[in-house]
């Protein structure tokens, strides 16, 4: 029997329903009662009562989808870094408001219970939070969309410090289960692996190819339901965990290998076992590389199955149904497994499959660092996934002979160059040339970045296909990083300009009519006092040090990277501090310079930079003859739930990175949007956010991207800025003394010697001086109350461009195609 389709209406929760459902989960799902029910127990309480409300959403979702055909998005990433989950479906829900008072009649705090959530940290950085942020703002446009990722047992390690150094703790986000995820066992897909091909004869009498596969590993979908704002479309995150295809060999069992068969289990759910914490750097692992076909593999036969429901075996419709982004090359492999797909398993000819294929796929590049370009060998390769290396060897001669060779006649340099094979000692497969060839369009991330992609990564194939390269600016979920994370400064917009922002964040820009508007001024520093004064808290709780909230909030929180620069802002409050120590009259305002960051547990340089950063503030905290003007504050374990505490208590946004390197960065944006004021290099997303904000708006120091390839041709010499620079020197000097670790000197010297020795590849030494004169102006700026207040009110209410659903509605603009879908 057919049931009516519940509209929003008839969904809607009231508090006593809301109440009496937590309550029931608490007693039915968690079999504990109210006296006795851990805040754990009360937390998942709630979250099962919630997703009463989202299953029905998401099943009305799916069958809309169904019914209407629609073409949808297929979001592949190595990573999405959700962080919780409740109060983000609350807010999307309406929920949020009537969940806090039902449960305050029960004698429980929502925030408390929020506390209890484990982050889901399944990404290292900004790659895998913008997915995460592009997930909700696709289902709160209505866009038909699934996104395709890992299961990891283990997301990003947790991070504790021991005497100022790094130690890496596993992660384990479900060791207790977790209350978002649903397994989907109907939907299991099995992977091949290894093995050998074979030429045979078709059923035409032509050649085919079968690949006879080593092994076979199990995939085991998890869906985590994405509730788009409103509550009109769920969508899902498809995240696969992988398991041994048979659970226990009795074969191997009987045969006396119980040891056997007990490790290929092992084996096969090492796979989907952890995340690599590498950001930027190619690993180039085996198992890296499983892990990578594994999930584009597992996902490519899920899009097939679906397709293949609504179609049958006619594929005329797939490239016009479906729309793959690969999110960096991290997925590049799905390229080659559609084609065999297509060619091996469908029957289609190679024609045929690669019209559909390119057509299909679409890549966003997020680097131009050379050591993060992906490149696998050929000899790995060929061990792991050989029939896929002979189809990449085909895309390569169509495409050299057919496209580079009539363009550069006997060029044989170009072809080395474009070729997905690099030649040398050892043959390479390079990913991104890959990426290039088999996608349609080709994004970078912000404006210059996106310049640079075309001009300086892939200028010959700009040349070859100038319409398939592109920009899509990157863009942050206002709902999490507004809404939800500030909520006394959401509360003032509301009244202020009323309560579409969230959907439609330009509408802010209202506000900056009252950025001089006295009474509004004290309004907005208020919530920042407010804000700041709870970050005193969590910062006391963290890490036992007592800073005040009249001092400079002045925040770093972002990876552990050379070429992001902490060591630049190590350094300038090692020169704060000397002046401060040859002065103690040294006109400043108080500052507390607060740093969140985890190094990849393999980078030496960046785990020193960490200890360097926390020696600094034990003395420095700890030295009363600078009347607490500064404050060091490293605090531990940075992820998603930390960055909603920190953001919204931010004066001073630091995004120092040496021009030309960070591709677009996205908390720049999130800070900003909560009235911080950036201190930024002329590089990636920051030159749009002074666009919006107004240069006079931001503390802009540095050599530009210009100036820096300029000086790096005239070959940049780091001594010639440490000999003219006294105050610089001194600093430098100080790591080989044993200042910051007493009785230990020359921990700290390995900084000194990037910068001098290393030559100081990024610049730091370079931009010192400028960024020193901008802190300055910072400080100048923060004395005079209205004019700080003018600045960070602007700075607000101006980002509307970095909303994430105006990034989704320029995919779809320019490279998707969608169409909304209405759930009704
Ligand atoms: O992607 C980041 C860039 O560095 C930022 O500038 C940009 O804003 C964001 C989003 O576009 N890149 C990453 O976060 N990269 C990784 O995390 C990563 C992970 C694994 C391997 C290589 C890179």
Not at 8 to 28: C, E, M, N, P, Y
């Amino acid at each position: 029997m057919a049931t009516k389709k519940k509209t929003d209406q008839d969904l809607q929760l009231d508090k006593d329903q809301l109440k009496a459902s937590i309550v029931r989960h608490l007693r039915s799902t968690l079999g504990t009662s109210e006296q006795k029910a851990s805040p754990e127990a009360w937390w998942k309480a709630t979250a099962a009562a919630v997703n009463e409300q989202v299953y029905e959403r998401l099943t009305r979702t799916q069958q809309t989808h169904f019914k209407k055909d629609t073409r949808a998005i297929h979001y592949l990433s190595a990573e999405f870094l959700m962080g919780r989950l409740t109060s983000n479906n609350l807010h999307n829900l309406s929920l949020y408001k009537i969940c806090e008072e039902a449960l305050g009649e029960l004698g429980l705090e929502l925030t408390d219970l929020c506390e209890q959530e484990p982050d889901m940290a399944l990404g290292n950085g900004g790659l895998g939070r913008l997915a995460a942020c592009f997930i909700d703002s696709l289902a709160t446009l209505n866009y038909p969309a699934v996104g395709y990722g890992i299961h990891y047992e283990h997301g990003l390690f947790r991070q504790e410090i021991q005497d100022g150094r790094q130690i890496e703790r596993p992660d384990t986000w479900r060791e207790y289960g977790n209350p978002w995820e649903i397994c989907r066992p109907e939907s299991v897909q099995e992977i091949p692996l290894y093995g050998y091909v074979e030429t045979v004869f078709g059923d035409n009498g032509g050649l085919k190819k079968v690949w006879h596969a080593g092994r076979k590993i199990k995939g085991v979908p998890w869906d985590i339901p994405v509730v788009g704002f409103g509550g009109h479309t769920v969508n899902i995150l498809r995240l696969w965990e992988s398991r041994a295809s048979e659970f226990f060999d009795w074969d191997v069992f009987n045969a006396g290998g119980y040891v056997d068969s007990q490790a290929e289990k092992a084996q096969a759910e090492t796979i989907s076992k952890v995340l690599y914490p590498n950001d930027e750097t190619d690993a180039g692992k085996e198992l890296r590389l499983i892990q990578q076909y594994f999930f584009c593999a597992c996902s490519i036969k899920d899009i097939m199955r679906r397709y293949k429901r609504a179609h049958g075996s006619d594929f005329s419709n797939f490239a016009a149904q479906i729309a793959i982004q690969l999110n960096d090359t991290h997925p590049t492999v799905a390229i080659p497994e559609l084609m065999r797909v297509l060619v091996d398993e469908e029957d289609l000819t190679w024609e045929a499959a690669w019209a559909i294929c390119y057509r299909v796929f679409s890549y966003t590049n997020h680097t131009l660092l050379p050591e993060a370009l992906e490149k696998w060998s050929v000899s790995l390769f060929e061990k792991v996934l050989p029939r896929h290396l002979e189809i990449i060897y085909e895309i390569n001669a169509q495409f050299l002979n057919k496209l580079v060779e009539p363009k550069w006649p006997g060029d044989d340099a170009i072809k080395a160059k474009l070729s997905i094979i690099e030649e040398g000692a050892v043959r390479k497969v390079r990913m991104g040339n890959l990426c290039v060839i088999g996608s349609s369009k080709v994004n970078g991330v912000a404006e210059i970045h996106s310049k640079l992609v075309k001009e300086d990564l892939f200028p010959e194939f700009a040349a070859l296909w100038p319409e398939k390269m592109c920009n899509v600016t990157n863009g942050v979920t206002p709902r999490r990083w507004l809404l939800a994370c500030n909520p006394e400064l959401a509360e003032l917009y509301n009244e202020v300009v009323g309560k579409e922002w969230p959907l439609q964040l330009d509408k802010l820009r209202a506000v900056t009519q009252f950025a001089d508007d006295k009474s509004f001024q004290q309004q907005f520093m208020r919530i920042k006092r407010h804000n700041k004064e709870k970050l005193v808290k969590v910062i006391k709780a963290e890490t036992g040090i007592d800073v005040s909230a009249e001092a400079i909030f002045d925040i770093q929180i972002k990876r552990l990277h050379e070429y992001k620069r902490q060591q630049l802002n190590l350094i300038h409050i090692m020169a704060l501090y000397r002046r401060l120590l040859a002065n103690p009259d040294y006109d400043m305002h108080p500052r507390v310079f607060i740093f969140g960051s985890k190094a990849a547990p393999g980078y030496k340089l960046a785990k020193d930079i960490i200890y360097a950063i926390n020696k600094l503030a034990e003395r420095v905290n700890n030295d009363a003859r600078i009347q607490g003007k500064l404050k060091v504050v490293f605090m531990p374990n940075y992820r998603v739930s930390l960055a909603e505490k920190l953001i919204p208590a931010a004066d001073v946004s630091e995004q120092i990175s040496t021009a030309g390197y960070e591709a677009s960065g996205t908390g720049n944006m999130k800070m900003a949007l909560n009235g911080a004021i950036t201190i930024g290099t002329l590089d990636g997303a920051n030159i749009e956010i002074a666009e919006e904000a107004g240069a006079e708006n931001c503390a802009i120091f540095g050599l530009n991207v210009d100036e820096v390839k300029a000086l790096k041709a005239r070959g940049y010499n780091p001594y010639d800025f440490y000999y003219a620079n006294s105050e610089l020197k001194a600093v430098l000097d100080w790591f080989d003394t044993d200042y910051f670790t007493p009785g230990r000197p020359g921990e700290l010297s390995s900084i000194k010697r990037s910068l001098l020795e290393g030559g100081d590849p990024y610049l730091t030494l370079a931009d010192f001086a400028s960024y020193s004169d901008a802190h300055k102006l910072i400080d100048t700026w923060y004395r005079d109350p209205a004019l700080w207040a003018k600045k960070a009110i602007i700075n607000s209410a101006t980002m509307g461009k970095f909303n994430s659903d105006r990034s989704i509605q320029d995919y779809v603009e320019r490279i998707w195609n969608l169409k909304a879908c209405d759930i009704g």
